[in-house]
């Protein structure tokens, strides 16, 4: 399978830990990007790399939320202190023109 | 920070009608993006419109970028089952930079047999 890979595809947890996502992109991608989505809402985008280096970053990513592209292959975004909030589709895409998304994680904060 | 704007939110039709659905913006936009969404799947890119006036069609589906490139549309031809989701515009922020593509909440289809 040489789609964009997501693991775990689901993560259930207390609140207060800390979670981790993987995802790993279509090789000859050089974009990368992390959206939150949330049950009957759109995609909402969180943060995006080219190669290794982080471009952009939202609002809607607090301090608690990083995320790393270390070889400018496949990435993870970490969630310290998860809040019930945070409870939700984690999408990564990549990308060279259009996205391609994989399955997602989705995380349930208890 | 950029917005699209989709409508409807819902959308329920008999099988074999047809359907739209409508994305604006307050700005301009340099291109527009589609992706579907079935229900329990993740978000597939339809098609890419940059210029204005532009129209597609991909089989039953046509989509449209208006003449000022602030909206566009998706119009499904006699709906299948199979035509069932979630569609979404995108757009890039034209002026800031941005390159994170900006998603609409998506119009729900829904098509009774």
């Known amino acids: 399978d040489t789609g964009v890979s997501q693991n775990p595809r689901h993560k259930i947890t207390k609140r207060g830990q800390n979670v981790t996502f993987r995802c790993d992109p279509i090789s000859e991608h050089n974009r990368l990007y992390w959206y939150r989505q949330t049950l009957g809402q759109g995609p909402e985008f969180l943060t995006y790399?080219?190669?290794?280096?982080?471009?952009?970053k939202s609002r809607l990513l607090s301090d608690r939320f990083s995320a790393e592209r270390p070889k400018g292959s496949f990435s993870t975004l970490e969630i310290q202190r998860t809040e019930q909030g945070d409870s939700a589709m984690y999408l990564c895409?990549?990308?060279?023109?259009?996205?391609?998304f994989g399955e997602g994680s989705r995380l349930t904060v208890l | 920070g950029q917005q699209v704007m989709q409508i409807p939110q819902y959308q329920h039709v008999q099988e074999g009608e047809d359907f739209t659905t409508y994305c604006n913006s307050s700005t301009t936009l340099s291109n527009i993006q589609w992706y579907k969404q079935r229900p329990g799947g993740h978000p597939v890119f339809l098609i890419q419109?940059?210029?204005?006036?532009e129209v597609k069609k991909q089989k039953r589906l046509t989509f449209q970028f208006g003449e000022a490139k602030k909206n566009s549309s998706l119009h499904i031809t006699a709906t299948q089952t199979t035509d069932v989701g979630t569609y979404f515009c995108a757009a890039t922020d034209p002026g800031g930079g941005a390159d994170g593509l900006t998603f609409g909440k998506g119009t729900h289809l829904i098509i009774q047999p």
């Open positions: 419109l940059v210029k204005s006036g």
């Open positions: 895409a990549s990308s060279l023109t259009e996205l391609f």
């Open positions: 790399f080219q190669n290794e280096a982080q471009l952009e």
